[in-house]
Nanobody, 114 residues
Framework: VQLQASGGGLVQAGGSLRLSCVAS????????MAWYRQAPGKQRELVAS???????NYADSVKGRFTISRNATKNTMYQQMNDLKPEDTAVYYC?????????WGQGTQVTVSS
């Protein structure tokens, strides 16, 4: 499985961004996809996840502001991020889980200015 993330950028507080993650390769056995983020000096944390059945989960810090979705036809996962805050600044990584392995994309930088 290969993952290609895009959509990061610089935005002012209160603004919006949409991240995309395109999956390719042996993708039929992906059980879950997710977005993680890592800010400087901090551990990588789970932001949101979506199962193959469409169930979603969010970190408390992004509930009501971020929406994760998946387009199976395009093999693409999205994360719509609204009302962005400076504390959302991080490198965002997409992740895919099969039954036996975890795959990571290359990361995309999101910077929110105050």
């Amino acid at each position: 499985v290969q993952l290609q993330a895009s959509g990061g950028g610089l935005v002012q507080a209160g603004g919006s961004l949409r991240l995309s993650c395109v999956a390719s390769g042996t993708i039929f056995n992906i059980n879950r996809m997710a977005w993680y983020r890592q800010a400087p000096g901090k551990q990588r944390e789970l932001v949101a996840s979506i199962s193959s059945g469409g169930s979603t989960n969010y970190a408390d810090s992004v509930k009501g502001r971020f929406t994760i979705s998946r387009n199976a036809t395009k093999n693409t996962m999205y994360q719509q991020m609204n009302d962005l805050k400076p504390e959302d600044t991080a490198v965002y990584y997409c992740n895919a889980l099969t039954g036996v392995k975890s795959y990571w994309g290359q990361g995309t930088q999101v910077t929110v200015s105050s």
